[in-house]
């Protein structure tokens, strides 16, 4: 499965295999890992995370904005952390891999990162123009 979703990636983005299997891309400034397991024999899951932002400053009300629909997207589950420099946000989407052809499955995973690099520049175009 996860050759299927390289294969699907590599039409958009330049992908690499991490040492534990993983596939990481970029897309829109959003770092993505694309990660495979088989929950039971015959449920292969793919689980995709993008790390939408960083550091976004602590005054900002990011935490609101995303739990109003920061970006829009509809698929994926964004989650908002307080790091040591600011807030975090992450977009994750997992879903069962097993039928999708290249085609279909390319097709969800540009849904899921272009809805994370939608997220990303709402998130980030009030920190540029805050900024003098």
């Keep these: 499965m996860l050759g299927i979703a390289r294969q699907a990636l590599e039409r958009f983005?330049?992908?690499t295999t991490d040492?534990?299997?993983a596939l990481t891309f970029a897309h829109g400034g959003v770092?993505?890992?694309l990660q495979g397991l088989e929950l039971e024999e015959g449920l292969p899951v793919l689980n995709l995370t993008c790390v939408v932002?960083?550091?976004l400053p602590v005054e900002s009300d990011v935490p609101t904005r995303v739990a109003l629909g920061a970006g829009e997207g509809l698929f994926g589950t964004p989650r908002v952390i307080r790091g040591q420099n600011g807030w975090d946000v992450t977009?994750?989407?997992a879903f069962p891999a097993s039928g999708l052809?290249?085609?279909a499955m390319g097709t969800l995973l540009m849904?899921?990162?272009s809805s994370a690099s939608s997220m990303r520049a709402e998130l980030t175009s009030e920190q540029?123009?805050?900024e003098p």
């Design 13 to 15: 983005h330049d992908v």
């Design 19 to 21: 040492d534990d299997g």
């Design 31 to 33: 770092v993505c890992a």
């Design 53 to 55: 932002a960083w550091d």
């Design 91 to 93: 977009l994750r989407y």
């Design 101 to 103: 052809d290249e085609k």
């Design 111 to 113: 849904l899921v990162v």
């Design 128 to 130: 540029s123009s805050v």
